[in-house]
């Protein structure tokens, strides 16, 4: 005989070699905490966005004054608002696609809820990643093409830091600067993303090609 | 919560967890680990256990729960990893005289199911379980042919393991 039907046959009686837990072994249990993955998806998806969300009050106050001298706030009260309802919209759905998963789903069901849940705030994370390229650019642009105003301006807010400097190196070394720090900060929140989501999510990931793969 | 709905929770699943016991011992390769997994179903079943309205059996609704946290839910711990791997399941009936062959063969298949990957590994439990083509295909959520020429697919590969 088959071995596989061999292994059948003897799959039911063979139960009694399971371990077999009491009423008051098992009931404690139902007390216990969770530790599944849609926990740790939920934790840190919280923490990104909450991140970003921190990160729009860290700018310092010199930068918005800087920003207000060089006549950009309204433009800035603008992109914000926009940006806050983007923002909302986000939120939401992550919250309404974290509230679908259901442990009682079909497997694939629930592997491609606890995915699109994932992808709403990878989304997040790339929808700030691209804001945060653009506003870079577009305000070094502006001040690129208004630098004697924005030398002029940083002169008068700093007075010991820029007095020595000419405009021609303060041009090259406050622009290099800009765009290095840039680079360097949204590397750095790609990386970090990177290794979230890889760690936690590869198994899933795994799993679900391979059940998609039953489908061809 | 209600303490009438924890008592009846815990007593269906005292009389039906050998259905959780045999998917722990699938997918885990220590003691340690299949206490946890263990553990984690409980929760998710507690977890699900409002929305069971009876409709299906008790067993049968548990398998998608219990099936759903070993594949997706439950995050592996670093636990006891590297400990030494179960001693095999002993598939000796002690009252019977038994051919130490198919003993063998019985433990190597067991070998071959456990080293399957997680989703292939589901549909051959679900068919030890003697549950129908229907039933899978309900449980893992892909079309009932689909689940049938899957599994034909994984019966040919685990010959081919054990009859080299």
């Known amino acids: 005989m088959d071995q596989l039907e061999l292994l059948k046959k003897q799959w039911q009686a063979r139960e009694q070699e399971l371990p077999k837990l009491s009423f008051d072994d098992i009931y404690p249990m139902i007390l216990k905490k969770s530790s599944s993955v849609v926990k740790w998806i939920l934790i840190a998806s919280v923490i990104e966005i909450a991140i970003w969300i921190g990160l729009n009050f860290l700018i310092p106050e010199s930068s918005k004054t800087i920003n207000q001298g060089m006549g950009l706030s309204r433009a800035f009260t603008l992109v914000n608002v926009i940006h806050y309802t983007i923002f909302a919209g986000f939120i939401y759905l992550f919250y309404r696609n974290y509230q679908a998963i259901n442990s009682t789903d079909t497997l694939k069901e629930l592997m491609r809820k606890i995915l699109k849940t994932r992808r709403t705030v990878r989304y997040f994370v790339y929808y700030n990643i691209g804001t945060s390229v653009l506003t870079l650019f577009a305000v070094n642009i502006y001040y690129y093409f208004n630098k004697e105003q924005l030398y002029g301006l940083l002169k008068a807010t700093f007075p010991e830091g820029y007095a020595e400097v000419d405009l021609a190196s303060f041009t090259s070394v406050f622009f290099i600067s800009q765009i290095i720090v840039g680079i360097l900060f949204i590397g750095f929140i790609a990386l970090i993303y990177y290794l979230v989501y890889g760690l936690m999510l590869r198994r899933l990931k795994r799993n679900y090609v391979e059940l998609k793969k039953m489908e061809v | ?164």
């Open chain 2, 1 to 164: 919560m209600d303490q009438n709905l924890k008592h009846s929770f815990v007593k269906q699943l005292e009389e039906h967890q050998n259905v959780v016991h045999k998917i722990c011992r699938l997918y885990t390769r220590n003691q340690d680990a299949h206490n946890d997994l263990f553990q984690e179903i409980t929760i998710q079943l507690w977890k699900a256990y409002p929305k069971f309205r009876g409709d299906a059996k008790f067993s049968t609704w548990m398998y998608r729960v219990a099936l759903n946290t070993a594949i997706t839910l439950y995050r592996k711990s670093k636990k006891g990893v590297a400990t030494q791997e179960f001693e095999g399941v002993s598939f000796k009936i002690a009252s019977e005289k038994y051919d130490d062959t198919i003993e063998e063969q019985l433990k190597l298949m067991y070998a071959a199911v456990k080293d399957l990957n997680d989703i292939d590994k589901a549909l051959v439990f679900l068919y030890l379980e003697d549950k129908s083509y229907r039933e899978i295909s309900e449980t893992m959520g892909i079309s009932e042919v689909n689940a049938r020429v899957k599994m034909n697919r994984i019966k040919e590969k685990l010959r081919k393991i054990l009859n080299p």
